[in-house]
């Protein structure tokens, strides 16, 4: 190629435009990314506890990528909704759509959730084909993570699905001991909602319950889609159990916290697991039907803990609602994925999935919740059960679960 004179010049000039403009270009072109997706239950039963999930988890990703990204990185957060109006709560076949869909695109490098754990067992065996890691914050159900199920739930072997609260395995027992050796309760119904959680739940309660020496008078299911639970709640009130025991999560729950209070002596105790740590059972349920209900949570209550006083007013003033004990799992499952993509880069090799799942499977993290590490199979290491009592207190308002859901401490382990 022959350059004229006149080429030339505009060569240079041209050289002169370009070495403005390609130092913004080049700024783009350095900028690395990865994606994370979040599959929570946007829609139905139990949406207003997860956006305040959601919330939790994206203040860690936001926190994160304002101090420069995780390792340099920027995480580009995709959110996905696995309830649909159809289910009125979790949908397990939609979850299955969102967990394909995270596996197809090559950029996600990690998820948190789900929320409910119908889904997480829906997703995780097609997470595992695609070595995937995601972590949940609030799913309790044992079977997932259990490897006697491995080969159903995580056909390609390594651990994918791991957790930021512990199992129904440590959840329903500990809340039997509580009933048996501090409410004194000597007979029990059980309930549950069907799922795949509730069913779980009101299994590990009920057989914890039996060793305890807890009579079990009968058990029972609800179907989360009739409005009616009446005929069950008379034959309860027949057998006149000292207490009632339900496992399952809102969609069923609102219904029957309502209409206990209508059917059932108010003597009675009441309890059941996190799916009614929720904000529903102030907002959805309310007071007089809610008053006295004991319910369990898969974490520390560290909403209470000094340490977690900042990051309440972070989150307060970003989102205008205040978070509970699952946004601050969320939180904390979401710090450990801007670890791990940290701990990969600087590695200097490729941030990808697998390399972000062995990471995660490492994690030795001081956070909110304490200690975070994972065993071989996903699960916490940590397995603290934590108890509270809805009880009305109108010094604040009537939906603060702070103020309206007592904690009464730790359950009394196994």
């Given at each position: 190629m022959i350059i004229t004179r006149r080429f030339a010049g505009q060569l240079l000039a041209g050289v002169a435009v370009t070495a403005t403009l390609g130092r913004f270009d080049l700024a783009l072109a350095a900028e690395k990314a990865v994606t994370v997706a979040l599959d929570l239950s946007l829609t139905g039963a139990d949406a207003e506890g997860a956006k305040r999930v959601?919330?939790?988890?994206?203040?860690?990703?936001?926190?994160?990528?304002?101090?420069g990204g995780a390792g340099g990185y920027k995480i580009n957060v995709v959110p996905m909704d696995d309830g649909s109006a159809t289910a009125g709560q979790y949908d397990p076949a939609q979850a299955a759509t969102n967990a394909r869909k995270m596996a197809s695109d090559k950029s996600v490098v990690a998820a948190l959730g789900p929320q409910m754990s119908g889904a997480g067992k829906a997703m995780s065996p097609i997470l595992s084909m695609a070595d995937l890691a995601t972590i949940t914050p609030s799913s309790t159900?044992?079977?997932i993570t259990d490897p006697k199920f491995a080969a159903q739930y995580r056909p390609a072997g390594k651990a994918v699905y791991f957790r930021t609260v512990t199992t129904d395995a440590y959840?329903?027992?500990?809340?039997?001991n509580y009933f048996a050796d501090v409410l004194k309760t000597k007979s029990i119904f059980v309930l549950d909602d069907s799922g795949a959680y509730g069913v779980g739940l009101a299994d590990a309660f009920q057989g914890q319950a039996e060793k305890k020496g807890i009579k079990v008078l009968g058990r029972d299911r609800l179907d989360p889609k009739a409005a009616d639970y009446s005929a069950i709640l008379t034959k309860v009130k027949s057998l006149n159990p000292d207490g009632l025991y339900y496992g399952g999560v809102l969609q069923a729950g609102v219904k029957l916290l309502k209409q206990a209070y209508d059917i059932l002596p108010a003597t009675m105790v009441k309890g059941?697991?996190?799916?009614?740590?929720g904000p529903e059972i102030l907002t959805a349920v309310g007071f007089p039907a809610a008053e006295g209900w004991y319910c369990s949570n898969a974490s520390p209550h560290s909403m209470v803990d000094p340490k977690s006083q900042d990051f309440i007013k972070r989150y307060t003033a970003k989102f205008n609602v205040q978070p509970d004990d699952y946004a601050i799992t969320a939180y904390v499952g979401a710090q450990v994925i801007v670890d791990a993509i940290k701990r990969v880069a600087a590695t200097g090799k490729p941030v990808t999935r697998s390399a972000v799942r062995d990471a995660i499977q490492g994690t030795k993290l001081d956070s909110l919740i304490g200690s975070v590490e994972f065993d071989a199979n996903g699960d916490?290491?940590?397995?603290?059960v934590s108890i509270f009592q809805v009880k009305k207190d109108v010094a604040f308002p009537l939906e603060d679960m702070?103020?309206?859901l007592k904690y009464i401490g730790i359950a009394p382990a196994t």
């Open positions: 959601e919330y939790g988890a994206l203040l860690a990703f936001d926190e994160a990528n304002a101090a159900n044992p079977d959840q329903g027992p500990n809340m039997a059941g697991g996190d799916g009614l740590y916490l290491v940590s397995k603290v702070s103020a309206q």
